[in-house]
């Protein structure tokens, strides 16, 4: 073969590998793919719905979906209580570009940091009563008096906790974030700032 034909082969292969490049890495979005706005209320609507399961496929290396469980009855209801307060405003248009897209989300969540001192008053004077009455179910006696058993004081907690979302309200909080979105496998991906995954969680950790 003639260095020139040579030199010819050479050219066409470096075309070839560059049209498959092109075709790896598109310089745009093509297709009927999700809008970034659509992403962004399917994202929240699963939240709102409590469907974490649903919400982590919108999400990239972080997840909401709880590892343990509730299991007594006042983590229940606290869990059952933060969905039900769970609301969100999309404030203004959602800002695209060819990759990515950003927006500021309203959202309204129960703050456990609202609710402590109240659910800590309330049970601390329920838990003087119960043990004042001896009341069964929530006591244990031994050589030292009466105290609540562990169960009893969960229970005790529930119970002021239901009286305390009579107007759960006062428990509120709304705050404003900032959200990225970054396209990715024919898809938008949800990038969410650390203060908003404590707001999902009302704010937990802060009050461990």
Known sequence: MSSFKRLLCAVSAVFVLFSLSACAFPTKIIGSFPEPED???EFFDSVCAGDFEK????????????KNQPDDIFSEKL???LLQSYSYTVEGQVKKS?????CSI???YLNFNLLLDDLKAGSTKLGKRYIAESKEGYVTSDENGISLT???A??????????MM????KYYSTNTFDIQLRYNSYKWLVYIPDDLFDAICGNYESVK
Request: hydrophobic share 35%; glycine share 2%; charged share 30%.
């Open 55 to 66: 919400s982590d496929t919108y999400l990239d290396e972080v997840s909401l979906v709880l």
């Open 39 to 41: 992403t962004v209320k």
């Open 166 to 169: 009579t107007k759960p309200e």
């Open 98 to 102: 060819q990759f990515s897209a950003e």
């Open 154 to 163: 969960k229970k005790i907690a529930a119970e002021v906790l239901d009286a």
């Open 150 to 152: 562990d169960e009893g």
């Open 106 to 108: 309203s959202f309204t």
């Open 79 to 81: 869990y059952a209580y």
